[in-house]
């Protein structure tokens, strides 16, 4: 396991008696101030920016970046391929496919009445090969379709179709432009 800051790092972080240490498989890389709970299943080459919490019941593929101040609120899976920026929140009940790109400050939630009702928490899903744009906000069980692009600023109150662009507050859907067609090349 590779630290910068070794001493500044919890990998295992124990949220009950029964939690069992993370999955962690090669070639990690966590920054200082990074704490991963236990019972976090982590594929090969995960990099961590400073200061990121990786809660309890989390599974996350290959190849995955998360950027500093990141967080990614446990009972939550992340596919393999993805970057999230710095400062990017990802609720608990969240799904993020690969290929995914998230750009800094981006809120994902997943709660429709916070503190007012007791309801079901359900997080966004993410496609495989979307890019969302640095502070856009996704509202809770909303899908975001496959290679769509939500812009800068958004805030998505509903499903995206694939290959689709989502601009402004509430997010428009239009037609993507042909120079943001296609995957992801993460």
């Known amino acids: 396991?590779?630290?910068n800051e070794l001493s500044d790092v919890t990998v295992g972080?124990?949220?009950?008696?029964?939690?069992?240490?993370?999955?962690?498989?090669?070639?990690?890389?966590?920054?200082?101030?990074?704490v991963v709970y236990n019972d976090v299943q982590i594929g090969d080459h995960i990099s961590t920016g400073h200061n990121v919490l990786i809660r309890e019941k989390t599974e996350i593929g290959?190849?995955?970046?998360?950027?500093?101040?990141?967080?990614?609120?446990?009972?939550?899976?992340?596919?393999?391929?993805?970057?999230?920026?710095?400062?990017?929140?990802v609720p608990k009940q969240s799904?993020?496919?690969?290929?995914?790109?998230?750009?800094?400050?981006?809120?994902?939630?997943?709660d429709t009445s916070p503190v007012r009702e007791d309801v079901d928490l359900e997080g966004p899903t993410i496609m495989?090969?979307?890019?969302?744009g640095a502070n856009?906000?996704?509202?809770p069980g909303v899908t975001i379709g496959e290679r769509s692009f939500v812009?800068?600023?958004?805030?998505?109150?509903?499903?995206?179709?694939?290959?689709t662009l989502a601009?402004?507050?509430?997010?428009?859907?239009?037609?993507?432009?042909?120079?943001?067609?296609?995957?992801n090349d993460l």
């Open 128 to 132: 495989p090969d979307v890019s969302i």
């Open 62 to 89: 290959d190849d995955v970046v998360v950027g500093t101040n990141s967080v990614i609120d446990g009972h939550s899976t992340i596919g393999s391929n993805v970057s999230m920026q710095t400062s990017v929140y």
């Open 13 to 34: 972080h124990s949220y009950s008696p029964e939690s069992t240490s993370p999955d962690i498989g090669t070639d990690p890389t966590f920054r200082g101030g990074t």
């Open 136 to 139: 856009a906000t996704i509202l």
């Open 151 to 163: 812009a800068a600023g958004a805030t998505v109150t509903s499903d995206v179709p694939p290959d």
């Open 95 to 110: 799904t993020i496919l690969d290929r995914v790109f998230i750009g800094p400050g981006a809120v994902l939630t997943n």
């Open 1 to 3: 396991m590779q630290n």
């Open 167 to 183: 601009i402004g507050t509430p997010a428009e859907h239009r037609e993507l432009p042909a120079r943001l067609a296609g995957g």
